[in-house]
Every structure is written in C-alpha cells, then in structure tokens.
C-alpha cells in the first residue's frame, strides 16, 4: 500500500510535489485510485490557465494529512493510492488532445482494472475524454453527479463543438451519460436566455439549482443526490465555480453566491456509499487566485474528499 | 433596442470595454436606463483609488448574461439600456467635479426624459451631485434606500464639507432627501461614538444595522424597506463595503463582518417594484482586489440587479 | 488616559503606525492593557512570515475607531491602553527567543502590575512565553481558551520540543496551564490520526470541535466555553486559522471551512465578563493576505475586540 | 483626422478605454493606421493568457500623449489613426480563429486601401494570419523584421502546425515572406539543439542574435536591418519577450537576459523611412505582470512607436 | 545624537517603523536634517495613492544600515537625524493642505533653525509647500534640481492651479525659485506638444533631458548640474518616475525608459558639496509595487543618500 | 544517461515538477551532477521564505531546453544528471538542520563519487553544511567563489552564531576554505560599518565590490576570478541578491544597484574550466516574486549555467 509522506516525518515543504507527497509511480497496477493531471485549458470561453492548476493543487496538497476526522479512518489504510503525473495533451488542439487524454485513461484504467480517477483539471472539457475512457472500459454509459454553476449543455460556441461549455452535450450524443441517473447541481449566474438550464433537462439530467438547494438545505440536497444516482456506476465531476468566489476566487468563469465550503464539504461528506468510478475537480486557475492560493487549497481538500468517497464504494 | 453583445456570438474577452459590452452612445434619448462612469475618488478618507472602478466593472460585466434567471426574463427586452462612457471629473477639486458631475448627469436626465442612471463610482461623494441632478430634474426630494457600513452624516472631517463621509448630511441640508421615505441599511463597523448611527436618525433616516437586519433576516430586511419607501421615487445607493471583505476586498475603508453576496442578491432580488429614479455603486478599487477581481465581479453583478429592477418599475 | 487618534483629528492614513494610532510608549506604569508586537516565527512547519505581522496588523489598525456599538461605549473612556512596540527575538533560534521572550513580558507585567497583555504574534509558538510570563507573574497556573483549527499538542516535529505545533503540550507539561478550566474550540481539518485531537483531552483540555460548535451554535459555543473558564484567571489565544481561508487568506497552515467573521465576532462579543489576564492574536501571514489586507484587518479588529473584553472584566 | 482625447481636456482615467482614448470607429477608410487587436492565445506553449492583452495595453494606452519629442512631431497631425476594436477570434480552434482573422483583416486593409494595422496581440501565431492577409491585398510577399528571443520557425509541436513557434515557418512555406529582405533580431535563450537558429537561415532569413546586437551595438543593429530591408514593404513584428523580464515581466515564454527598454526605444526611433505595411505587438500576458503593468506600459509606447514608424513612411 | 537602531542590534524586521528605526521625535531642536512624511496626494492626475509612500518607505528603510561605503562615513557620527513622522494634510483639498504643510515645515524649519527635511511624498504637488516653507524661512530664493520624467511646468489642469503637474510654474509665479540657479534633469517620455520641457526654460529654468544625460554620461550629467547651482542654497527634489518603470514601477505615471537605480546612485554620489537646504522623494505608490517592494526599497535608498548629501554640506 | 523531458516531446506545463523535467532519482550513482532542492530558511534575518525556492525554481525551469547556444553543446549529452528531489531539514532549528544537511550531503558525494551537487536554496546557511560535507568527502580545504552583495562574514547576530549573516565566519574557523583561491564578488549597499568587508579580507578572501567590478568590467572581473581561483577545487556560491532587483525583486535582503542578467551570464560563460565542486544559488523568496516569476526563472538559467560549467571541468 502506498502512503503519502507525513508531516510528521519531513515538513511538508521538503520534496517533490505529487499529491500529498504520494509516491509517483507510472504503473498503476493494484491501485484502487489514481491521482492524475489533465493540464487542458483549451476549451476555456473567458479567463485561461487551468493548464497550471494540477501543479499547484498537488503543492498545496503537502497540507493534508491522511486521517479524515468526519469519516474516522486514515485513508490509506483502505485504499491504494498514488499520484502518475499529468497526462500529454496538446494545448490548441481541443479534438486532438481529448483523443490522447481517453487514450492514456484507458490505458490506466486497463491497467489498473477500473481504478479510481482523482483527476485535477484543466478546464471542465475534459470529461468528455474521462467519460469516454470510462464507457470503453465499462461498456456502459455511466451516471454524472455534476456540481457546477453552469449546464454546460450548449450545442456549440461560434461554430465550434468542443468548449468547456459544451461537452454535457456531446457526452450525452455519444450515448456516454446514463441521464436518467445523472443530475446537474448547483446551477446559478445570468444566463443567456431561458433555456440554459432547461436543456439539461431535455438532454434527461435532473438539475437542482442552487437557489433550489439552498431552500431545501444540504440534507436534502444530498438526499436528492442519492435518489437520483441510485447503484448505478457514476461519476462525480466538480467545476470549482460552483462553490462562491469568496471562497474560490481563483476559477476560469466564476460567478457570484455559490456555495460556501462547508456546504461543499457537509455535501460530499455524505455522499458515501454511491458506485463511484471516477472523479474530477476542474477549473481553478491559480493565475487568478491571490497569494494565498485558496482555491488550490479548496481543490486539494475537495479531491482528499473524493479519495475518502472512494474508501466509502460498496465492495 | 440596444443589447449586449452575447458571449455566442463573440467572445467575452473580445471588444472595447463597455458594461455588458453594450453599445458605447453619447445621446440617451430613448433610454429607460443607461451606465454612466464617475470616476471621482477625491472624496476618500483612507484608501484612494475608485477612478479606476468605473474601467474594472465594465471589464468583468463582459461575464455576464442577458437573461435574469430568478426574475425569468431578459433584461433588454423589457428595458432600452447603453453605456454612456464616463463622466469628466476634475481629480483633487471636489467642489468643481461635484458640479460637473451635476450638470452632466442633469443633461443626461433631460434628454432621456428621467432615463435611470445606473453609475458606476468613484467614491461615494457622488450620491450628492447624483442627488441634485435628480432633485433639479423631478423638483422634488428623492427617498434614498443606502446600503452601506457606514451612514456617512458626519458633518465635516478636518474642516472641510465635502467628502465621503459627510455627503449625506450636505444632501438632507440641501433639501435633496426625502427623509421620511429614506432608509439606510447595514450600518456596522466601530464608530467614532454613540452618535455615528444615531446622527442618521436625527437627520430623518431610518436606519437599520447590520446586527438588527441579521437578527431579522433578509425577508423582514426587504419588508422593511419597502414599508419605509412606499411609492416615493426612490434612488438605490449601494457603498460596497457593506458586503464582507471576504466578498469584497477590494474596497476603501473595509468593515469587517458584512453580508454575504448570497444576503446582498436575496436583498435586491426581493425589492422590485419600487419607483427606482437611479442607482449607483461605489467604493470598489481594483487595486485591492486581487487577480481574481471578485469585487468587481460582485459590482457589476449587482448593477446587473439594479437593472433587473429598473425593468421592474411600475409603469 | 491615552487614547488613539481619531480619524476626525487627523486622516488615517498619516502617522508611525502604532496600534491605533495609540501613544508609543516604554513605561507601561498605569496601563491596564498594553499592545505588544511579538514578530517570531521560527516555530512555523509550513508557510512562514508572521514577523511581519505586527506591522500589518499595526497599519490597518488605524482604521478602527474607539467607540464600541455593541458594548455601547468607548473602550478608551474604561481602560488605559497604550502601544509598547514590539519584543526583541531571535529569529532562527526558538529556545532564545523563547526566553527573551518570557522575561521582557514578566518584566511588562510586573511594571503595569498585571496589565493585559494584547499580543500580536508572530507563529503560535509564542503562547508558551506568553504563559511562562502570566506563571511567573501570577503563581498560579492559567486557564487558557483556544481558538484554533489545529490542537498543537503534539509531542514533537522531527525530534524537536519547540514549534508552533507543540507548544500547548510544552505548557501543560510545564505546569502552566489549569487546564480543568481551558477549552480548544474550533478544530478541524484533515488530521495525522485519531489522536489529534484526542490527545488535547488526555492533556486535560476540553474540545469543541467546528464541526460541534456549528452544530451546537454560537451561543451554545460560547455557554460551553464560560461554563469551562468559570471565574479562573483565563488567557484567550487565537489563531486566525480557525477562521475560513475565505476571511483570513494570510496564514501559515489554512484549513479550509472554518468560522465566519461574524461567527467570530459573535463569540468574542458574548465572552466579557471573564477574568481575562492576557490575549494573543497569532499566525497571520500578510505575504499571503492579498492586496485588501483582509486578514489583518480581521486581525486588528479582534484585538479591538480584545481590548472590550479587558475593559468588561470583572473588578 | 482622428485624435486621441488628451489628458489635458480631461483626466487621462475618464472614458472608454480604446488606446490613447481613440475614437472607436468600424469603418476605416481613410484611416493611414489603425489600432487592431487580436485576442489569439490558442497557440501559446507554455503560460497563456494574452487574449487579455489588447485591453490591458489599451488601458495604459491613456497615459500616453501625441507628441512625440524624439521625432518631434504630433503623430495625429500627420497620420489618420482609429481604433476599430477586437477582430473575433474562436479560443481553442486554431485553423478557425487563423481564417476568421485573415479575413476581417483583409477586409479592413481593402477598406482603407491599404491602411496599416497596428495589431495588438495576442499569441504570436497571428502574425501567419496577418502575413496572410497582406499578401492577399498587395499581391506579393512581405518582408518581415522580427524582434523574438524565439525565431518561431519549428516545423511542429506535438504533431501540430499551427502554434507560436511554428508559424513562420508555415508563412515561408506559403510563400508569405520576402525572406531575402527579412530578418530576426534578438535571438536568446536556451535552445532545443543546434538547430533553433540555423533553421531560420535555412528558411531564408537573415539572423542577428541578441548577443551579437549587443556585440555591435544598437545604432550597427539598425545599419543591418536597415540594409537587410532596403525598400521592400515591410511588416514589423515584436514579441515582447525580446524585452528583458526585468523590463517584461508579464510574457508567456520569458527568456532571461533581453534587450532594455531604452535600446528598444533607440533601434525602433533609428528606423524610420522603411516601407512598412503593418506592425504587431505580441505575447503580452497582463496576469503576470504585476500591479504596475509594466509589460502592458512597455507595449503602448512601442505601438506609439510604430505609429511614429508610420508617419514617417516614405511617400 | 540620535541614532538608528541597528540590525545587529535586533533584527531589522523588530519595532515601530520609523524611517531606519530613528528615535520618533516631537521636538525638532538641535537636528541637522529631520525625516518627515507628507502623505498627500490629492494632486494627483492618473494612479493615485502615495499617501501609504511615507508608510511604505519607512518600512521597508529597516533594511539600510549607517555606514556609507561609497563616502566612508557613519551618516549618524556626522549628523544628528530623527524622525518627525507626517504632517497633517486633508486629502481631497488640496489648497487647504498645502497651506497645513507649509506653515507645519516652516515651524519645523524654525525651530530645528534650518534643519533639512527629508521629506517622504506624497505626490509632487507637496513641492510647492516646501519651497514656500523654505522661503518664508529663509527669506530668498532657492534653487532647485528637479530630477523628474515630467517638468510639471503646465499652466492648469481642467482649470485648476495646483496639481502635480503645475506646481512649478506655481512655484515661480510665487518666487520661490532660483530659477537661474535650477535644473531639471532627465524629462522623457511622450508629451502634450513641444512646448511640454521648452515651457520650463521659459521660465528660466535649465533643461537637460534623459536622452541628453545618457548622451553625455553621468559624470558630465553632474558636472552641468553643479555648475548650474553652484553655492546657492538648493533644495533637491526626486520624482521616482525618472528611474526606469523595471526599476521603479510603483508610481503613479511611469514613464519608459529612464535611468538605472546605479546611474541614479552614481549622480547623486557625485552631488556632494552643495548647499542643500531640503529633499523631496516624491510619487512612490506602494500598490502598484509589487510584493518585492522594489519602488519603496529605491526610495528609501535614495533618501538615505541624501542625509549623505546633508552630511557633506559645507560648513 | 538521463535527459531532461523536451518541450517538443510534451508540453513544458505537463508532469512532476523536477528540474528541467529531469528524472527524480534516488540513487545518483554514475551522476556527474544532480540538483538538490535545501528548502532550509531558518537562518534568514529579515524576509523570510526561501523553503519555497526550490519549488519555485524546478516549477518555472520547464521552460529551459538542454542546448546552450553560447557554449555551443546539449548540456546531457556531456554529463549525467537528475534532480534527488530535497534533503529533509527542521525548521526552526539551525544547528541541527546543518547536521542533517552535512551528513544527506556526504552521502550523495559518496554514492555519487564526487557527482556536483547543485543546490537550490534555501537561504545562505546552507552554504556551512555543503561545504562541511565537501571537505569531509575531499578532505580538503576548498576554494570558494561567492558572488553576494553581503559579505556574510559577520561574527554573530543577537548572540547567535549560525545565521545566513555568519557562515562564510564559521566555515573558515572550522578550516573548511582554501580562502587564498577564494574570492567574494559582488558586495553593494550599506555597511554596518567599515568593516563590513574588511572582515573578508581578515578572513583570507579577496573581495571585489560591485563598484570595483563595474569599473573594471566583466572580462576583468573574470580574469580577476581565475586568477585567483586557479585549479584549485572550487565552490560556486550565488546569493541571487547580487543582482539588482529590478532583475531579482524575489530576495530577502535586497540591495539596490546590483549585476543586471546579462552581466550575471557573461560572468558565469566566462567561468569554464574551472575545477568546480559544487555549487548553490540562494536566497530566493518566491513570496516577494510577483506573478512573472522573474527571480526563479533566472535562477532557475543561472543553475542552467552551473550545469553548462560543470560540463566544462577539467578532465
């Protein structure tokens, strides 16, 4: 079993930076989940730079330590767990790069027999090529617990297929997206007219806005979660915009009165349980993030809490 | 009608910087509302900068989109609205810009026929000329709903009469308030003594603290401002620095413990149909703010809302 | 009775930074509270800098006014409060300064004869001076209530005795704490085991986690802490940490999703009466805190809040 | 004529920013220059974020005034200079934003009869479509003096042609460039291999490293370009990271080691009188050059430059 | 005397700032040269805030020790200096402040009987002040190097007399200048008209432009200087925006293309000698600086050469 | 032999940050160098934050490329080197950590025999232990070439004696410098007194100030160095605060008026030959870096340059 490096035995700013100082490792064979970098900021509409969120997630990451005092287990001792670097993209090139990132998924997921993704973004484009690799392995489409403020289900901007606003789209005409146990959480901003959120529920996701959250509380929320997803396989994608920008200030098109962190963590906490078969948290951009980086903080706790949910799958 | 320029059909980061990247006009005929910059930041006690807030909102309203979800309508159908650019003011003479902030805004109320100003400060001296603008346009005092940490009815600071703290008084001694119908709301901060508030009321404003809006809650927040205001013509003047630092760090003299961004939208959300005569928002520095902007983002969000409102006026 | 300079006297911006722009003093004779810089942090395991944090906490200061809204007085009209600059010490040396430390506060405790000591750290390390000195002075061990989101009793860090993570349990072994009457409120984040803070209550310590106190709320937080402290001579150590990266950015070791500011405030403000013999403020990080300084101007703004409790204590 | 607003008839802060507060216009004819950006980073390598530079060049763009006293000549008494505003680009599509640029270019130089753009970048891949469209009106290939620390003439990047380090090589390809009156001025930095400058004689240009030019001097520098150009039409293209970062911070790919601001001034000012037929400026990234926008100043007096340069066009 | 606390005495990061740690002093009597603050900047035309300068400078003069390498001497074995901390101004007046500054030097003046002040601007505006204050006291003319990019010699800005850019031509209107005695050294930049540096010979004062300077080199730089001020009582007067924006970007209206920090060291060295009567290091704007401080840590330098140009005054 | 991961194989932003995207190795048997990250910041005495630097400087050094165009080879295909990643230090306590740091030290020269350490710092303590361990491999005396503004040779700071001020002391008085073959280059800014320097010279070592080299020149600067280097065994040490800050804003102690980049090369290419055992680049704090990163990413060339120079050692 893999182990990060604690605090205890090196300062956490000593060594190279992988994902909590786990060991860095290029065959993830026997791993039940897999830290990976998806540098691919291409699909950005506004602000760009995601390409750089994987490094500064991982530095941030020396902060955590391995216990979870909510779920009262150490995490790796549950779960095999290692960080295998970023994945080659090709910045410029939106199709090109999501063709070599489904590539190199599969690959791990092959490898690893369906280990668990943990990815760090890059921009929220980078789920269709997760979502592919995901059915190809599985032969299944698969359900998406999708936080974000925005649908993301546009057809295409000017002209053009693949955005990070329009990937939703695809991955449900390719038939990658068990929608009728999927849902879209958080939805909120201006929007361009009245259908940005209806069209998700044309596409068959269930949304809940976050104003709709907010009325009905965390509890709720979460209950609306698990009904929806059920035992199916899913996966959970997470725009770091969905949370509010005075907590995640360092994110591409962020808009304002999201959700607080502690909402962020009070719903993740209780999701345990669900089929979980990947993961992403997308969308900061440390360029825009101030000295003391805590949206890259954020992020990093928010995949320490994916890793937890992973432990939490039903065998 | 004019309309901003959508993010599908360019980019947001594309084009000249106006609001919302509406169409930059210099004759208003025609107009139910229009932005206008008044980049006056003489008038600054502590922290000086604002002149610059006037170029940051603009630049960040590009993320923002036409279609209001919560009041389910698109603005620019309902409302004819463009940027007027900014107004000339003369930096380090007070007396002199306050009048030429008078007149210009006067002109820009006869030609568009009482057309709802939407100012982006500058300081929040600029509630004054704004006042007399209206006040010599509609001849008659105007009730005033201000949020703000501070109440800014001092009298004088080191001798001198007119500077963002003591702008309110100038405007009751003028005539210009319609005090009975005029609310201020979110007073907190430490005060200098136990007349800092109660000034407020001697002058004739309700006043309402952050600490009693809290215990309250936002719905008997709004409940009381518009039994305050009634149907009296009423200007909105929003000081930033009523919102948290944490939401809103990029401000002059900062107060901590304010509303959330969640507080603020629920507060303005809830206050349409009043006869709003203009609006502004002041007290934004960019210089403060951090790379991710989110103050500004926040200001320009709420001009969004103050346009909402506009559309939502009594006919 | 010296007082600060008022923001009516003079613009805030002008003058030598002291604390509120109270008087620089060196006999600090007479004084029932005294404002004193202690810029070590030598004992931070992560990010570093705090030296610099009395001179950020310091300038901001001087935005804060004297009287008090929700106490409803002056806090300059009750307690004779002055500005002692800041302590020598030794960076890179723990142990010295940890004695230089002690003895240049023993000295300012026995020439104001038990004046309350308002410490603006530097890393959390300096509590165990801070209580050294209040031991020596008073002969009785300390009630102690600390607000932190890490419990800092570790026995060690890489065969080391003297850090900002160890301290606590240095000063319960060193007999100075009366710890049937201390309490650690606020605790969260990831941890290293089920010992973190497990180990705070075999010390003797009773804990209050966040995630309890939220559950509980504040008032029920802070029935708890005054039932614990009863009439003991208490000392009252806060690290800006146990506050959300949202509100206090600049700090060494951020755990995202602590308490808000109002939160924060709420439980200072409903705190007096206690029989408080010295405070510290510790671990804000201003090359961290962004341009708005909102970590330090929360900072500044608990010492004011500090300084109420001083003047509310029992006589 | 066209001119700027001075800072003389109001403050240089006030109004809608287009660069040097130029009347913002859509038709050019008549116009001798115009400014033009190009919000293009798709093609950036490494840090990305120039699609935000027009704006920020523009922005600083006021602090500029007409005459120059080098020249000695009020540019806008001899040239009819406009700023049209942003060409639209497609983030993310390469081959795409290159067509669409082409021809918005084409179209403005046919509309002012060959007008000369001055063209705010951007990645440096425009300048292939900016090459493209010159050729399209004047029938004939272009000479090109190009400032980089990098000559861009890689054949591809990951399998792909069109990046900032390849275009040059896909301009000569495509028959573009006049090679035998072009040059590549500045080149420095690490290398790939032997082979990064040698390629581009190998392509056709002339090559003066910085080394050299600094060996030489300045007013030698100039001699060769000079005799390099002759009277060919010219096109002018300054990547800023020819710039020392201590001069050009906020770059996408800095090299260390470039040329100072005064020596860049001093070869652009000594060449005058070549037949120029457009200038870029390109590779500014505003997110990392720091609260003086020093890059983001740099890059609005160059462009003035250019515009001196082409008032002093032979007639 | 009074005397600086060394570094080696506690570190340099230890104590209220005052400017090198100095004595914070009241009474004047009896000192060779005083440090003084004037945080005004209301006369500011583009990026305003050099009211936090004095505060930034003084921090950040920790740095700077006593010994002079260049001139081999212990400034504080030769003259007695403190530190007075600022002067009152009312920001947003600027008449009424300049009259406060006046007449609070000239008591200054008086009562140190001609003590040098080292004033810390504030913006260029505080000129005018000073030298009225140096007149009353001293009852004639005094001659002026003004090492600046701007001449500040315009008539009005918008219709008004005292701002930043005018105070010159105040200041000779009033006689207070020794114009044939005076010199403006190193103007560059682009300009109003050609009339923008020809208006201050016009006044009579002498001229010697960046591009002059550098043609000639520093020595020669000197030689015109000396020459022109010869023995006449001479107050210098440096506006931080003569040094190149990389070495100075925290200011107010940079200005590419000026003098290295060496170059600028190089000249004041060789300025010993002279019959100072006064300095000014003005237009420093801590929030455009950078976290590295680099503008204030010049300029903190610089005025530390000038108590080393009071030092060699002739007896 | 290991090669560092190219820009033309994968994006410079993709993949674990090592140095150059090296492999992180364990094992440096057969390495003629290896970089090694001394995150050891305790000794610092006024900023403070160099644990980061190593971080900083292998993140940005992505951007070099393994051909030096100056010396004229592939830098990989002459030696073999990797990154072992960072040696575990103690913060906060100085004596031990040296320990430590000798002894890690000793056992890479072992396993290496003799392999060239280049260190990232860390702040200039760790000069001490490397050359401990050096002296304890070679059992030798080693010549020291030290390029600094400081000449840290002060004999203890506030009673303590290991301090980045006191090293260059202790490393002679433990006899572990041939100081006849070593040299300082570089010292500037103010003394604590006349003996700042002088001190070096007592010690043994040539000392050649700033203005010294300046006046002579880099070819004469170098000739001097050689000289008195000769073939002795040699360690290069760069205090990147030999630099101006302009160049190198991202320091702890920073002087004005230092080497620019360009001078800082010239000298280094001008170095080959020597016999060079080791070197360190120190004192940078990415805190006070700005976001361009100006200081690591010259850091990160001038470690580029030291691998150039052990190339050329002597065989």
Tied chains: 1, 2, 3, 4, 5, 6.
């Excluded at 993301?152 to 695809?170: A, I, L, Q, V």
């Amino acid at each position: 079993m893999y182990r990060p490096t604690s605090g205890l035995d090196s300062p956490r700013f000593v060594g190279i930076r992988t994902f909590m100082r786990l060991p860095l490792i290029t065959d993830v064979s026997g791993c039940d989940a897999f830290i990976v970098g998806i540098p691919f900021d291409t699909g950005a509409s506004y602000r760009v730079g995601s390409r750089f969120a994987p490094e500064a997630i991982r530095s941030i990451s020396a902060m955590i330590r391995a216990y979870h005092p909510f779920h009262k287990f150490d995490i790796f001792d549950r779960i095999n767990v290692a960080d295998v670097g970023d994945l080659a993209v090709v910045p410029g090139y939106a199709e090109s790069s999501l063709n070599r990132i489904t590539q190199q998924l599969l690959d791990l997921l092959e490898q690893s027999q369906g280990g668990v993704p943990i990815a760090l973004g890059g921009d929220h484009t980078i789920v269709l090529p997760e979502l592919r690799a995901q059915v190809a392995y599985r032969k299944q489409p698969i359900a998406v617990v999708h936080f974000d403020s925005h649908s993301d289900t546009w057809d295409e901007y000017w002209g053009e297929k693949y955005t990070h606003g329009t990937m939703y789209r695809r991955a449900v005409e390719e038939g990658l997206i068990d929608t009728a146990h999927s849902i879209q959480v958080g939805l909120h901003g201006s929007a361009y007219d009245d259908n940005d959120w209806a069209q998700s529920r044309t596409l068959g996701f269930a949304t809940l806005t976050l104003r709709e959250s907010l009325d009905v509380g965390i509890p709720a929320t979460v209950a609306r979660i698990r009904e929806r997803v059920g035992d199916a396989p899913v996966y959970l994608s997470l725009d770091i915009d969905v949370v509010d920008p005075a907590y995640a200030p360092g994110t591409g098109t962020p808009e304002v009165g999201g959700y607080t962190t502690i909402q962020m963590q009070d719903t993740l906490r209780a999701l345990g349980g669900l089929n979980y078969v990947g993961f992403d948290l997308v969308e900061v951009l440390p360029q825009y993030d101030g000295p003391g980086q805590i949206t890259s903080l954020l992020a990093a706790n928010l995949c320490w809490e994916f890793l937890a949910l992973t432990a939490l799958r039903p065998s």
